[in-house]
């Protein structure tokens, strides 16, 4: 049973358009999230991060917004650049577990 | 640079000959974790040291093995390990905060 769900698998975006990804999630014990960015041959690196008492996160160019009552999260690129193609990794946690669990990633190619 | 550094990054083992991949970190973070992740698949948490406390996830089999000497190192031990055990390793540290900082990677092949 997959608790953190990304279902698509890949998406792409013309250099300049907003890129949009996007998460959903089943347990409700989850309250932070986070997104990761993955390159290859490297490991994930960390994006940007909301907790469940926000329903919006802004960092430059990516935004993270949150829907509790739909258990689903997305994360915003504008505009997107070619060196945001990477495979993109939602991930959740619950309070105090330190444990967290991934999506299987959506893989990004924007398009010069 | 504080960073987490595996090693090494490519591991080729014979079935059922013991492999151990090793993981530092210099930022003195208090958790360490390992994940499996398989190709198009999401990283899969094995276990991971809170400080000295081991937890092991419930679904992770017991030819996995873990060893944290210090708080810059930790050790994953595959004891005989499968073809299904092909896999990159990751290793993440991470401190009070939520966020995770991940190394490159090891990537095992095993024949």
């Known amino acids: 049973d997959q608790q953190v769900k990304q279902n698509s698998p890949s998406l792409s975006v013309q250099e300049g358009r907003i890129s949009i990804l996007n998460c959903d999630y089943t347990?409700?014990?989850?309250?932070?999230f986070l997104w990761y960015k993955k390159y290859p041959a490297e490991g994930p690196t960390f994006l940007i991060s909301?907790?469940?008492?926000?329903d919006k996160n802004e960092d430059g160019r990516f935004t993270v917004f949150l829907n509790k009552s739909a258990k689903h999260l997305s994360l915003h690129i504008v505009p997107s650049q070619p060196g945001d193609s990477a495979v993109y990794f939602c991930?959740?946690?619950?309070?105090?577990?330190?444990?967290?669990?991934f999506g299987t990633g959506t893989r990004l190619k924007v398009l010069a | 640079d504080a960073m987490v550094i595996q090693n090494p990054r490519y591991q080729v083992t014979q079935f059922g000959k013991p492999v151990t991949l090793s993981c530092s970190q210099t930022?003195?973070?208090?958790?360490m974790y390992w994940y499996q992740q398989k190709s198009s698949q999401a990283p899969k948490l094995l276990f991971h040291y809170y400080d000295k406390d081991f937890n092991n996830e419930a679904d992770t089999p017991d030819n996995f093995q873990s060893r944290r000497p210090n708080t810059s190192f930790c050790f994953l031990d595959i004891r005989s390990p499968g073809l299904g055990d092909a896999a990159m390793y990751l290793c993440?540290?991470?401190?009070?905060?939520?966020?995770?900082?991940f190394g490159p990677g090891t990537r095992l092949t095993v024949t």
């Open positions: 991930a959740a946690s619950s309070s105090g577990t330190y444990k967290y669990i």
């Open positions: 930022l003195n973070h208090n958790v």
């Open positions: 347990n409700s014990m989850f309250d932070y």
């Open positions: 909301i907790s469940s008492i926000k």
């Open positions: 993440a540290t991470s401190s009070h905060s939520y966020e995770q900082y």
